[in-house]
């Protein structure tokens, strides 16, 4: 199933928004990233996957295909490929979110 193997589905809110139980550590959590951005992207999403562990990391590895694409949109005719991060220190309304993000500008999620 396509909807399965997007982005949306491998990142969506509901996936990002973290357990009770780590909203009440956020201490904890910060500490465990801190540092993350001089860890190799395989620690990285190690970590992730320890937090968010029914979130699939594999397909995070790898290019989207033509015929994924395909089936995503009308006329599709293929794609780009550009980094995709996480800014790990949102603070939205009391509670501490990772959002993931997918840009060109290193800035932008530092």
């Known amino acids: 199933d396509v909807e399965e193997k997007s982005l949306n589905a491998l990142l969506g809110a509901a996936d ?3 357990p009770a139980e780590m909203k009440e550590d956020s201490t904890g959590i910060r500490k465990k990233f801190s540092g993350f951005f001089r860890r190799p992207p395989q620690e990285r999403r190690e970590l992730l996957n ?3 562990p029914e979130v699939d990391m594999e ?3 790898s290019s989207l295909s033509m015929e994924i694409a395909d089936l995503m949109i009308e006329n ?3 794609g780009v490929s550009i980094p995709l991060g996480v800014a790990p220190n949102f603070v939205i309304n ?3 979110y ?3 993000m997918a ?3 290193p ?3 530092a």
């Open 16 to 18: 990002l928004e973290q």
């Open 50 to 52: 320890e937090i968010f």
């Open 59 to 61: 397909p995070l590895s």
């Open 76 to 78: 599709a005719i293929g």
């Open 94 to 96: 009391g509670s501490h």
């Open 98 to 100: 990772i959002v993931p």
């Open 103 to 105: 840009v060109e500008e």
């Open 107 to 109: 800035s932008v999620i």
